[in-house]
């Protein structure tokens, strides 16, 4: 249910909102990446998941830009 919550969320942004909220995800997967090589992550599975939102943004942009052609 959260997850549905999330994608109808990111689908009432526009899309500079979405590629802003892309480049926040991609930033904080940088950080992810960063403290599960340095042993310091507590939560591997966040990577996942910030993995799985990153495409879901990706989908939703790209779903945009094909309905307004």
Do not use: G
Not at 2 to 27: F, G, M, N, P, R
Not at 29 to 48: G, V
Not at 52 to 61: H, Y
Request: proline letters at 0%.
């Amino acid at each position: 249910m959260k997850i549905k919550t999330y994608v109808e969320d990111l689908k009432t942004k526009s899309v500079i909102e979405l590629q802003e909220e892309l480049v926040a995800a991609k930033k904080e997967l940088f950080n992810l990446r960063f403290q599960n090589a340095t042993n310091q992550l507590d939560n591997t599975s966040r990577i996942k998941e910030v993995r799985k939102n990153i495409a879901r943004i990706q989908t939703v942009i790209v779903e945009k830009e094909n309905a307004a052609q």
